[in-house]
């Protein structure tokens, strides 16, 4: 059987919510592929996974009381999110490619491919999705450490306040 250590768990997390928002991306995109990346459907759709991290990194901090710990949650859950996401995101834009290139967002990949050695649009667009990836994930984890400091900071205020608490003081 799998024994999985308390420093493994926000990898799994960040696993699972690849999974999960990889599954909705997918679903976005079949549901309605032309939909263009604008500022607020950007918001709306990455608000949610980056509060995830911050949760996760509040709850690491508040239950060691150490902020480096909502950090490491924070970058960790982000990396486990973005590997898995991004490979989705690949197998999204395989599905999708042909309804994809319709896209106003896409007019710039379009053009690249054009003047592109390239003879096949599916593998000049996997070649830059694998190109972009490590980037890409890169990118989330700095992220994700930034939302375990927001998230660790206000889960180690949490830790302090039950500290005291369980020695008798009382904050006012």
Not at 142 to 164: T, Y
């Amino acid at each position: 059987m799998l024994a999985l250590s308390r420093s493994d768990r926000p990898l799994l997390l960040g696993f699972a919510l690849g999974l999960a928002f990889g599954i909705v991306d997918v679903l976005f995109t079949w549901i309605d592929p032309l939909s263009d990346d604008s500022i607020p459907a950007l918001l709306r759709f990455y608000g949610p996974m980056f509060f995830m991290w911050a949760f996760a990194s509040f709850r690491a901090a508040r239950r060691s009381g150490r902020l480096a710990a909502g950090i490491t949650t924070g970058c960790l859950v982000a990396f486990g999110t973005f590997s898995v996401f991004c490979a989705l995101n690949l197998l999204r834009v395989n599905l999708f490619v042909a309804e994809l290139t319709a896209r106003a967002d896409w007019q710039n990949m379009m053009q690249r491919f054009r003047a592109s050695e390239f003879d096949s649009l599916r593998s000049f667009v996997n070649s830059e999705y694998l190109k972009g990836a490590p980037f890409k994930i890169g990118m989330a984890s700095v992220i994700g450490a930034a939302m375990g400091l927001v998230g660790g900071a206000f889960g180690r205020l949490g830790a302090r306040s039950l500290a005291g608490a369980a020695h008798g003081y009382v904050s006012r």
